[in-house]
Every structure is written in C-alpha cells, then in structure tokens.
C-alpha cells in the first residue's frame, strides 16, 4: 500500500517547519535539525525545498511515538533570523489561545 | 435522576479498564497512532490545536450535584480549571493530557459518567429537553425513553461502526427545546386520536456542510415499537449510506438522494421484518427503566410566597426573575435557567470553582440536581419559589446569574479556531464582542429574543444555520471573514437561515450585527414581533440593503 506521504504531493513556497501534537501529552511540538521534538517554534528545523520538506515529513511522521499528527506549515524567517509561525491558525499554536482562559494559569 | 445497575456500572468500568490498556500500547508504541486513533475517538479523545480534547458525555443533560463536583474535579485536576459545555448536552476539557486519561476516566466512572460514543461513527450522546419531567404540559418524561436508547445503542455491535455518526435527541412538549429537527432522528412524544403515547419520528435533519431540516417519516410509532422502527430506520441507513465520500455519508444525503418516500418504503419494509421480534418493548421493560428513575418529594407550596413578593421591590432580581425563571409543573417551584454567557466571556465554559459552588446550591436549593441545555447553559430544574431571591444572590456571587438567558447575548458558540482543528476562523472573540455590544440590559429587552449562534467553520458545531442570526466563520486568502444569514430557527417551527450577502471581515462583524438589530428596531410591525418573525415577514432584502449600503 501506498503511504500518505507518498501520495501526498508537498510543495512549499516559503520556509516551513514540520510541526506535530506531542504524543504523550498533546503539546504544539516542531522537529528539530536533531531528529527530536521542541515546544519552541525557535528551536525547530527549517526547510526550504519541497524535497527537504519531504524528507522532514518523513522522519517525523516516523516517530509517531513521540509526536502525531506530523504535518508541513509555513513560517516566516524574519531579519536575525527569528522565526514566526506563517499563517493565523499556526500562529495561534505557538502562541496559545487569543482570548484570556476562565482560570488564569 | 436515574440510578444505574450493577449492569452499567461493570460496563463503565471495563470500558475504563480496556482504555487504559490501550493508553498503555500507545505509550509504548506497541499501537501506532493509526491503529489507536478509532480507539481514542469511540472514548470522546480528539486532539485538537494545542492539546487532547476529551469529551464527556451527560446524557438527556441530567447531571447530579455529586456528578458536577467531579466534573469539576476533573478540570482541577487533569486541565486547567474549567470546562466548555457543547450544543450537545456534553462538556469538553480542552487540555487533558492522554497519559492521564485513563485516571481522568476513572475518576468519572466512580459517578457513572463517561466518555463512550462521544465521538466516531455510531452513536453519539442521545439529547433531550433540559426541563425534561418538569416542564408545564409534557407528555411524560422523555428521559425514560433516552435512557432506553441509551442503553439500546450503547456498543451495539451493529451499529458502532456506521457510515458516520448518527444522533439522537427527544422531546415530549410542544415547544421544542432539543432542536430535534436538526438530528439524524428526532423523536417528538405525543398523543394520537385515540389518546395513545408515542412518538412522532423525523429523520434526516444535520447542519454542516449540507444542512437539512428533518422529514417526518412516520406521524405515530407506539413506545412499544421505538426500538423496532429505529433499528430498521438505522438497517436501511447502515445498508445504504455512502462510505466513499464523509462528506455524503450522514443519513441527511441518503434521505434526500433517495427521497422520503423511498426511504420510508425501505424503512417499512424492514420493520415489517423485524417489529414483533426481540426488539418489541414489554411495558414491563418501560417501567423498569421509569422505576429507576426518581424524583424529588416536592412540598405543597404557594404560588407567590410572602418572600417572592418582598424581593420584587429589587429591579435587579426582578430583571434577573423575569429573564430566567419559568414555570414549573408543579405549584410553588420553578425552572432556573443559569447564563454561561456572562459579558465578555466565553459562551459555555464554567470553572471548576463554579461548578462546585453550583453543586452546593442544587443540594440546597434543586434537590441536587442540574441540568444542561443545548443552548449551553445550565439549570437548576426543581427551586422552591420562596427560595429564588435568596439562589439569586448566590447564583450572582459566582457569576452564573447574568440576566440575558434567550436575549441577544445569550450566544451559541463552538470554540472556534482558539481551540479547534477544524475551523477556519475564531467564533469566541466574536461572541465575547458582541456581548459587550449589548451589554446594556434595557437595550437587550428591548430587542427581546434573539438567539444569535456562531461557527468556525462549515461543520457547524455553533448551529450557526439556525440561528435568528447565524454566523459562520471562513478563510479568505489568510484572513478571516464571516458569513452571516438570518431567519434561522431550532424549535418545533426549525427552519435554515438565509445569507444576507458577502462575508465580511472579523473587524466588522459586530457592526454588521448591530446594522441588522437596528434595521429590525426600526422595522418591526411592533414590539412583539420578535426579529424571526420579522425576517419571516419581510424577507431578507430589507436588512440586506442596511448592511451593505454603506460598505
């Protein structure tokens, strides 16, 4: 049977990271150049091909035990080389809900 | 309340038992996530934008104070505090972590609450009237009835792996609180010529993608033959529903491709088959699930008590009194409905340190009993009148006494892109806007009812199709815009709202809404028609043209 990732076909346009849900707990995590996880979008891997992106994908899909729902999302690569998550819904990820919680942490 | 059996109590906790095994292999990494996935959703596990979303069940919204304070101890505990009570008579926590689900799980069992079917494609939490067994001039209690569904499509193998999910909600008065019109069957009680009990059944009502308004299959099936008919309705749909395409598969594209007339033949053909088999209710078996049952020994109460008539002095309790206390069947007692939609807050959602104090006031002042509508707000269903101004205080304390129950502030609102996968746009921001917008309560009176309901996306969690005003969230190159309809309704008269003209952008959306309200203000026939009713009148053209006329 033919995986996903290979009938997917990932074409990117920009910079991109490859992001997940931490398994055990269900945390925003992004993929590192190191083959792990990390909850800062800072600390993750960027990508700027669509064969690196595959590639990226690949081995993070892999390690489904420590992270699910893999999936390519586009950021932005600022002066300095900060990054930012490229869209609302990434953006809301990485920051946290955009209205205060009922119970403040 | 309904008292479980040793039966459902060993069902709970195996289920508890079989999910933590499954937990466990997930961990390890002896389940991949493909094969656990099915598993987490068929115990309400979802995993949405920063975390797992886990989400419990409360059947026909009856909740005991018992099972609140452990609710509440569940979002301590194992979340962050709070809870967001859904459209559908669940709660949802939106943090838990999976490692601890199982204990999460366990902790509910002990009260006989439970996460089974709050997902995937079977059967999901069957809905009812939150003023069920209390309401002035109801059938009977529909609960009685949930129960025996609950029972009959809780694991059925048959039924658990369906095209896609399927839902039930009843009601056994002539205004539909339920909104059944709007489920995959709804199930309406009432009498025939001959002054028989039984149900009404409408089938393939679903909002979504492609919303439809239930069609009456059958204008009378005996109690006796529920279980019967709604396993051949569920047979034809299980034989003949679309697999190939989710967004085909629910029982709504079936009835509408096959028509209903043809489905009903389908339907008729296989009862005939199974209607006087193991499947035909005893009336032994109703009153077995009716005896378990039980309801308060309510005393004889004056109508309007000595304490009542003093506290009506107060126009702040007597706002709050007007807005949300109705009747109840019995002389002396009221229903009262509880606003989870304070001002600049997020429709539904109740803390932990609410809860509780909510408990210790329905042990007081309810029997301890609560309920949960799918408005998303919560009563108390059994107050003894002379008590109402002294609950009011109480209620006021812990922010659950906000006068705006059924008015323009009273929104529907799914959680939207802060919480969800799905949606494409943020729904709570809106509403929690537009609550300030109308904050004024004179303001609110004046406009009188308006339900005003919100999605994040197509899905329509937010019911936003049947709101007096509906709004749905959508993605435009990036950016957020609306789509706003109006006419839309949930009760026995449901019916589709219709689009007022383009999406507009998220900065605009309460202007819009406020156009609108104003547009109707100025062209009602008179103060009680309310806003449905005048955009029944005059259609949608009149408002359309004082939206856009300026934009």
Known sequence: MTSPLEQKKIKITGPSVVTANRTWDGIVVYRTPEQG????????????????????LAESVADDVGAIGAYIAPVEVRDGGAIKPGNLREQIRSAGVTIGLPVQA | MYAYDELDRTLI???????????????????????????????????????????????YGTLSSRQLRQLAHVARRYDRGYGHFTT????????????????????????????????GNNTRNVTSDQWAGVAPGEIEDPRIWSEILRQYTTLHPEFSFLPRKFKFAITASAHDRAAIKIHDIGLRLHKNA????????????????????????????????????????MRVYNQYGRRDNIYKARIKILVHELGIERFAQEVEEEWRQIRDGALKLDDSVVEEIRSRFTYPAYEKLAHMPDELRKAAHDPHFEAWRRNSVFPHKMTGYAIVTLSLKPVGGPPGDATADQMDALADLADKYSFGEIRVGHEQNLALPHVARRDLPTLWKALDKIGLATPNVNLVSDIIACPGLDYCSLANARSIPIAQELTRRFSNHDTANLIGRLHINISGCINACGHHHVGHIGILGVEKNGEEFYQITIGGRADENAQLGSLVGPAVPYAEVADVIEDIVEAYLALRANPDELFVDSVKRLGVEPFRERVYATR
Request: aromatic residues 8%; hydrophobic residues 45%.
């Open chain 1, 37 to 56: 996880w990390s909850a800062k979008l800072a600390d993750a891997a960027i990508v700027r091909t669509s064969d690196d992106a595959r590639v990226l």
């Open chain 2, 88 to 119: 559908r008579q669940n709660i949802q926590f939106n943090w838990i972590k999976l490692a601890e689900l199982p204990d999460a799980l366990a902790d509910l069992a002990e009260v006989g609450i439970h996460a089974m079917q709050t997902s």
């Open chain 2, 13 to 59: 906790n195996e289920r508890v038992s079989e999910f933590r095994d499954q937990v466990k292999r997930r961990l390890s990494g002896e389940l991949t996530e493909d094969e656990f996935k099915m598993l987490r959703l068929q115990n309400g596990v979802y995993l949405q934008l920063h975390a797992y979303m886990f989400r419990v069940a409360i059947p």
């Open chain 2, 194 to 233: 001959q002054g028989e009990t039984g149900f009404e059944v409408m089938v393939g009502g679903g909002l979504g993608r492609t919303p439809f308004i239930a069609k009456t299959i059958r204008p009378f099936v005996h109690g006796s033959d529920l279980l019967s008919y709604v396993e051949a309705i």
